[in-house]
């Protein structure tokens, strides 16, 4: 299941934040093609650089949070990103959301180098934080119906269903890849955990007196 979209008719306000998000990554991205290998090698987070000297490659945490591997891994989180990261932005406020966003991104560079502190691999992608966006989606609104595409075309499914699923094959492949010692598999699964475990258990906190979080489509 391949989700292309969600109900978004109790949208009362422009989703700033998300838009933003997405466009800065864009613009990354951009600037990171322009700049080859040796941007990449400076800015990516690099968790045996970061091991041996964090108060310096401290930056490279949130720098790496906004580059991406290719094409098809920016449009994958962006349109995530642009699919659930509205309704949260609505149900916390636009400054809440957004330091809610760095810091699920944060909780996911934590649980990378916790699992994979030798790696000489570049890490970058906004994965880790989007995780943190479909975890708190999940806890808020489960019952959202979610447009995915499937083999026999675009069908509605619950929330819960669509993100339960993503998470367990996250699940299967990232404590997979820990008995996998050739580094080979090219995604940092345990960043996409600790993003979504960090969501799970900061978004009642982020969201709390902003009123009740009503889902759009039930």
Not at 53 to 59: E, M, Q
Not at 70 to 83: A, D, P, V
Not at 160 to 177: E, H, K, M
Request: glycine share 12%; aromatic share 12%.
């Amino acid at each position: 299941m391949f989700p292309i979209g969600d109900d978004d008719s109790g949208r009362r306000t422009t989703p700033v934040v998300t838009f933003a998000l997405i466009a800065l990554n864009i613009l990354v991205f951009f600037i990171e093609l322009n700049g080859g290998d040796a941007f990449i090698k400076q800015w990516a987070f690099i968790p045996s650089r970061f091991s041996s000297n964090p108060v310096s490659d401290a930056s490279t945490v949130f720098t790496a949070m906004f580059m991406h591997g290719g094409w098809l891994h920016l449009f994958g989180n962006m349109l995530y990103l642009w699919i659930f990261g509205d309704n949260l932005e609505r149900v916390m406020g636009r400054a809440r959301y957004a330091a809610f966003y760095l810091i699920c991104g944060l909780a996911a560079g934590a649980a990378h180098i916790a699992f994979n502190s030798g790696s000489r691999i570049p890490s970058v992608g906004a994965s880790g934080a989007i995780s943190g966006v479909l975890g708190g989606y999940l806890l808020l609104f489960p019952r959202n119906r979610v447009r995915v595409m499937t083999g026999r075309g675009v069908a509605a499914v619950p929330a819960w269903a669509t993100l339960g699923l993503w998470i367990v094959i996250q699940l299967v492949n990232g404590f997979g890849s820990m008995a996998n010692t050739d580094e080979t598999s090219g995604v940092a699964y345990m960043a996409h955990i600790g993003g979504f475990v960090a969501g799970l258990a900061l978004v009642k906190v982020f969201a709390s007196g902003r009123g009740r979080a009503r889902p759009a489509y039930v």
